[in-house]
């Protein structure tokens, strides 16, 4: 398990803020000149801490204006009934979060579509229409709050 100290957690609370971020930058940043910076980047990265740097891509710049969390109750509890929703989500382009839960639902899903049309055919042709799946509950998100979490 490893254990970052202060100079580790600026470094993630920076690269989480901008993971395109150059050595350079980010040591002038936390403090560290390039080369114990790099070193502390790469060993964060060995122990798996950083898993690896994304775009933060916007679903509204695509032409998606309408974001859903979906609640799915499945009605086959066996693996293969987990199996075949969930790959059935991995082939949704609309899909952009898949939490499996506890509680009155087995699944919860953020969802980007462009329109309410394109939300109905979603729900009714792709997930309601799984023999997996017995029920759904659809919630529309009207705003979101950056919390500024931390995970240090």
């Known amino acids: 398990m490893f254990d970052p100290d202060s100079i580790d957690k600026r470094i993630l609370a920076e690269l989480r803020r901008d993971g395109r971020l150059a050595i350079s930058d980010l040591a002038e940043i936390v ?27 916007s679903p509204e710049n695509l032409g998606k204006q309408i974001c859903v969390l979906i609640s799915v109750k499945l009605a086959k509890h066996n693996p293969d009934g987990h199996a075949v929703f969930q790959q059935t989500v991995k082939q949704s382009s609309e899909v952009s979060e898949c939490l499996m839960v506890t509680g009155a639902a087995d699944y919860i899903l953020k969802a980007w579509f462009p329109d309410i049309e394109d939300l109905r055919l979603f729900i009714t042709t792709t997930v309601q229409n799984l023999p997996e799946v017995a029920e759904t509950s659809t919630m529309l998100v009207v705003g979101q709050t950056d919390t500024g979490f931390e995970m240090m």
């Open 31 to 57: 403090g560290l000149s390039p080369t114990p910076c790099a070193r502390r980047v790469r060993k964060l990265e060995q122990a798996g801490i950083i898993r690896g740097y994304h775009a933060d891509i």
